[in-house]
């Protein structure tokens, strides 16, 4: 089979061979930081979905992996829960609604409710504002990731 000049097609064995981190990337850098490289650029390809998926404006169905969001939080303006109301929070700065009473380390973490900062966040709370109220370990598939930050684009 003709590798890459002229085609795209590879077999498995192909993509084991150049898709897998290679011995002398293991050995040059570390296991840890392969682990970390491969984290990182499954975290950016999750980011550039995301901003690339065209939003009608319209609240739509909430994705099956919101389900763990809900428990928390509400998506009704106004209703918050044990975390607050996730309406209208796309776009907006982080601990600064009204009404619910945020950590310090939230009001105090500068972020601003985009695809980046939600995908980072969603994927790692503790991580991203450590000291933040969020209890949620984080979510980890790039696919979750995406249907929760595009629901919360919809939602106003």
């Known amino acids: 089979m003709q590798r890459f000049p002229g085609s795209l097609k ?3 064995a192909d993509e084991a061979e ?3 981190p290679s011995d002398t990337l293991k050995s040059d850098i570390g296991e840890r930081e392969v682990r970390m490289y491969a984290k990182n650029a499954a975290f950016a390809v999750a980011v550039a979905l995301v901003a690339t998926q065209a939003s009608s404006g319209e609240a739509s169905e909430a994705p099956a992996s919101f389900k763990p969001c809900a ?3 509400s998506t009704t303006a106004g209703a918050n829960g044990v975390g607050p109301s996730l309406a209208g929070v796309y776009g907006k ?4 609604r009204s009404g619910y009473k945020y950590s310090d380390k939230m009001v105090q973490s500068g972020l601003t409710w985009d695809a980046a900062s939600l995908t980072k966040f969603i994927a790692d709370p503790k991580g991203t504002v450590p000291g933040s109220k969020m209890a949620f370990a984080g979510m980890k598939k790039p696919d979750d990731l995406i249907a929760v930050v595009n629901y ?3 939602l106003k």
């Open 10 to 12: 590879f077999s498995p």
């Open 71 to 73: 428990v928390c939080h």
């Open 152 to 154: 919360l684009k919809t």
């Open 93 to 96: 700065r982080a601990g600064t």
């Open 18 to 20: 150049y898709l897998a």
